[in-house]
């Protein structure tokens, strides 16, 4: 564990039975849960000696140390990318990232990501979270468009975190799935784990899955398909689309959870991408208080795709299925 300096912690009464990573995440220095969690599977972290799970529970008095990685220079290019911002002050910002735009660097796309147009924009927002990630909260799939929030301060970035992490940040998605949605709205609450065979997917079929919710409400019915606006509930990977997948109502252009099937209805080619909006989220400006709400306007391939479908004859709708 070298390059590294030691973080000691002491779990006071009031932590006792918390989570390992949760405990974690509220330290000096160590940023997200899921930063937390990635120090731990790096057996960065030790409890009274001995290395620990994510989930393992902690007892008053246990000692935790931690070995931070030293920071070191960004190596982050500054790259003039389109950026819609929606709304900005000293502490946060609000973006509108479209379609196909990654949020951060990782394996496949080490250029060309959000992060890298903030760092052109905004300079290399320096200390706020990890590395190859500055300023990044929470996160968009690539094909999914629609607002993201970026701290600009580490103390913002705290502030957020603890929210998500609380669950007191509202978000709200628009999302066309295919099929006609029966009934005018719902709570699809079923865990979330990863694919029993093929890891790189999530699904309700699992043997580890985390409790997951997602309300649901029917916007419009067009042909074939049908415009509904989601609450998740909980944070989970690809949870709304796994959730509709698994409701069997995939997100139209879903290449991982929306597999086709021969009786599917001739709209899936319409979609370019998985059509899934963030529309809106609603949370506590970390500095003053004040409750926010900042929406972002329906990506424009996504309005082309809802004008095809309302050209569609309405024969094209199958049977009403549940959700």
């Given at each position: 564990?070298?390059?590294?300096?030691?973080?000691?912690?002491?779990v006071?009464?009031?932590?006792?039975?918390?989570?390992?990573?949760?405990?974690?995440?509220?330290?000096?220095?160590?940023?997200?849960?899921?930063?937390?969690?990635?120090?731990v599977d790096?057996?960065?972290?030790?409890?009274?000696?001995?290395?620990?799970?994510?989930?393992?529970?902690?007892?008053?008095?246990?000692?935790?140390?931690?070995?931070?990685?030293?920071?070191?220079?960004?190596?982050?290019?500054?790259?003039?990318?389109?950026?819609?911002?929606?709304?900005?002050?000293?502490?946060?910002?609000?973006?509108?990232?479209?379609?196909?735009?990654?949020?951060?660097?990782?394996?496949?796309?080490?250029?060309?990501?959000?992060?890298?147009?903030?760092?052109?924009?905004?300079?290399?927002?320096?200390?706020?979270?990890?590395?190859?990630?500055?300023?990044?909260?929470?996160?968009?799939d690539?094909?999914?468009?629609?607002?993201?929030l970026?701290?600009?301060?580490?103390?913002?970035?705290?502030g957020?975190?603890?929210?998500?992490?609380?669950?007191?940040?509202?978000?709200?998605?628009?999302?066309?799935?295919?099929?006609?949605?029966?009934?005018?709205s719902?709570?699809?609450?079923?865990?979330?784990?990863?694919?029993?065979?093929?890891?790189?997917?999530?699904?309700?079929?699992?043997?580890?899955?985390?409790?997951?919710?997602t309300?649901?409400?029917?916007?419009?019915?067009?042909?074939?398909a049908?415009?509904?606006?989601l609450?998740?509930?909980?944070g989970?990977?690809?949870?709304?689309?796994?959730h509709?997948?698994?409701?069997?109502?995939?997100?139209?252009?879903?290449?991982v959870?929306?597999?086709?099937?021969?009786?599917?209805?001739?709209?899936?080619?319409?979609?370019?991408?998985?059509?899934?909006?963030?529309e809106?989220?609603?949370f506590?400006?970390?500095?003053t208080?004040?409750?926010?709400?900042?929406?972002?306007?329906?990506?424009?391939?996504?309005?082309?795709?809802?004008?095809?479908?309302?050209?569609?004859?309405?024969?094209?709708?199958?049977?009403?299925?549940?959700a």
């Amino acid at each position: 564990m070298s390059g590294a300096s030691p973080l000691v912690l002491v779990v006071p009464p009031g932590a006792a039975g918390e989570r390992l990573d949760r405990f974690l995440a509220r330290a000096p220095g160590v940023g997200t849960r899921s930063q937390a969690k990635q120090l731990v599977d790096a057996g960065r972290v030790r409890v009274d000696g001995v290395a620990r799970k994510a989930s393992h529970p902690l007892r008053a008095g246990a000692t935790v140390v931690v070995e931070v990685p030293t920071p070191t220079p960004t190596t982050l290019e500054p790259e003039p990318l389109p950026l819609s911002v929606l709304y900005e002050d000293a502490e946060i910002l609000a973006v509108d990232k479209p379609a196909g735009l990654v949020v951060h660097p990782a394996p496949g796309a080490w250029r060309g990501t959000l992060v890298h147009a903030l760092v052109h924009r905004y300079g290399p927002l320096a200390g706020v979270g990890a590395p190859g990630r500055p300023g990044i909260v929470h996160r968009l799939d690539r094909d999914t468009s629609g607002v993201l929030l970026v701290a600009r301060t580490s103390a913002a970035l705290e502030g957020l975190a603890r929210q998500f992490r609380e669950r007191t940040v509202e978000k709200r998605y628009l999302a066309v799935v295919r099929g006609r949605v029966a009934g005018t709205s719902g709570l699809i609450d079923r865990p979330i784990g990863r694919h029993p065979r093929e890891r790189k997917r999530m699904s309700v079929v699992t043997r580890r899955g985390r409790s997951a919710q997602t309300r649901w409400t029917v916007v419009e019915r067009l042909a074939g398909a049908t415009l509904v606006r989601l609450e998740p509930h909980t944070g989970r990977t690809h949870q709304l689309r796994v959730h509709l997948a698994a409701a069997g109502h995939p997100i139209l252009g879903d290449r991982v959870y929306g597999r086709e099937r021969r009786s599917a209805p001739p709209v899936e080619p319409l979609a370019s991408r998985q059509a899934l909006h963030a529309e809106q989220i609603r949370f506590a400006h970390p500095r003053t208080g004040e409750r926010l709400t900042i929406r972002a306007p329906l990506a424009p391939d996504l309005e082309r795709l809802l004008a095809a479908l309302r050209q569609l004859p309405a024969r094209t709708a199958k049977t009403p299925r549940s959700a």
